[in-house]
């Protein structure tokens, strides 16, 4: 989260393992030791990683979806720019005292109020319902203010000083031909520029080459999302990665959010750029065929946005090679003409008739609870004069 006196380096964050939540971060690297140390905290609590210790991609997979670039915090003026559907990073006092935590969530809903103005300062009164994707509160919806709201401005990046880890991960793990190669495609070292910042482009599965030791400014361009509905609880997001991957040769970082009271999940697809989303929607979203999983359950792209914009879904012209099943670990094309595709599309269109139907009834109760709840504060404060 952005510090307006923010110390010079201190341009990353990072989800801690301990607690799950987003710390302003500055890294430092010694021989094959890449540590992280945390701003306003002491050394004890730095988190020091060794090249030699990680046995798989996989876990070098989850260490790269911790960093991220700063997400400033919203100003009250900015509240416009919010919409339902946007994750945001949220401040959270999580296990009581006077620290407040930051974890992402989701706007589910917005109560839109008159801004109040004093003494010429804009004060931005509107409520958010959110819902929290990871920490203490996973899963549960808490109404808000925007302050202690931050935009999310990157995904997981790798900037020399993690790209120059990677490369010592590889080594010592003795796979030239695995994800983690994409790193070391680039002699990079922690004194080289950013590759955006001097108009290059990567093919890193990890995304773009970001100095991590230089405030971004927003020189980079933000992340763009896709939202997925009706997946496979069981799903596992690399599987969900590498058959996007497979089909469209575009890299992304993809998660899967189960919940409690649904049989399905949701996922979310973040890629770095505007034609890689709509590279993958193109294949996601063509009308002539459907993405299903292994028992048939179609995947869904709603209309819910997770940046400013709509998604725009695109229909082309694309005609299959063939009509056959392709398989691909949990998840399968099926192409138009089959049975399993009509059986597919009909369950789609059920599906969506229920998204639609479930999200009328969640913005009526979402806005008349939000009405009643002040209500009920109103006349407490009555009470209490």
């Known amino acids: 989260m952005a510090n307006p006196r923010k110390r010079k380096g201190y341009n990353l964050e990072y989800r801690a393992s301990d607690d799950d939540s987003w710390y302003s971060v500055r890294l430092v690297m010694k021989g094959q030791t890449m540590t992280v140390k945390y701003e306003g905290y002491t050394e004890e609590c730095d988190e020091v990683f060794h090249a030699g210790d990680f046995k798989s991609k996989e876990e070098v997979d989850e260490l790269v979806k911790r960093f991220r670039s700063v997400s400033p915090q919203m100003q009250d003026s900015e509240c416009g720019s919010l919409k339902e559907g946007m994750i945001v990073c949220v401040g959270c006092n999580a296990f009581g005292g006077e620290d407040m935590l930051f974890y992402d969530a989701v706007i589910e809903a917005i109560h839109n109020v008159d801004h109040s103005f004093c003494n010429g300062e804009e004060e931005c009164l509107c409520t958010f319902v959110i819902s929290w994707l990871h920490g203490p509160k996973k899963g549960y919806l808490t109404d808000t203010g925007i302050e202690g709201m931050c935009i999310l401005k990157g ?96 890299p992304s970082q993809a998660y899967i959010l189960p919940s409690p009271s649904m049989p399905y999940a949701r996922g979310i697809i973040v890629v770095d750029s505007e034609d890689k989303r709509q590279k993958i929607l193109q294949f996601l979203d063509n009308p002539a065929h459907l993405i299903v999983s292994s028992t048939g359950r179609p995947l869904v792209i709603t209309e819910r946005k997770l940046r400013h914009d709509m998604i725009k879904m695109w229909s082309g012209s694309y005609e299959p090679q063939d009509m056959c099943l392709v398989m691909d670990k949990d998840l399968m094309v099926v192409h138009s003409g089959t049975e399993a595709y009509e059986r597919a599309k009909k369950l789609k269109d059920l599906f969506l008739e229920f998204m639609s139907h479930q999200r009328l009834l969640y913005k009526k109760f979402s806005v008349e609870e939000m009405m009643l709840l002040q209500t009920q504060q109103q006349f407490n404060q009555i009470i209490d004069v």
């Open 155 to 250: 995904v997981a990046q790798v900037g020399p000083k993690i790209a120059s880890f990677l490369k010592l991960v590889n080594r010592n793990l003795g796979k030239s031909s695995c994800m983690l190669t994409a790193a070391s495609k680039y002699e990079i070292s922690a004194s080289e520029g950013s590759s955006c910042e001097n108009g290059g482009t990567t093919n890193s599965k990890y995304s773009r080459l970001w100095e991590d030791d230089k405030d971004l400014g927003g020189q980079c361009p933000s992340s763009h999302f896709m939202f997925i509905e009706n997946l496979e609880r069981n799903l596992l997001q690399s599987s969900f990665r590498d058959f996007i991957h497979e089909h469209t040769s575009v």
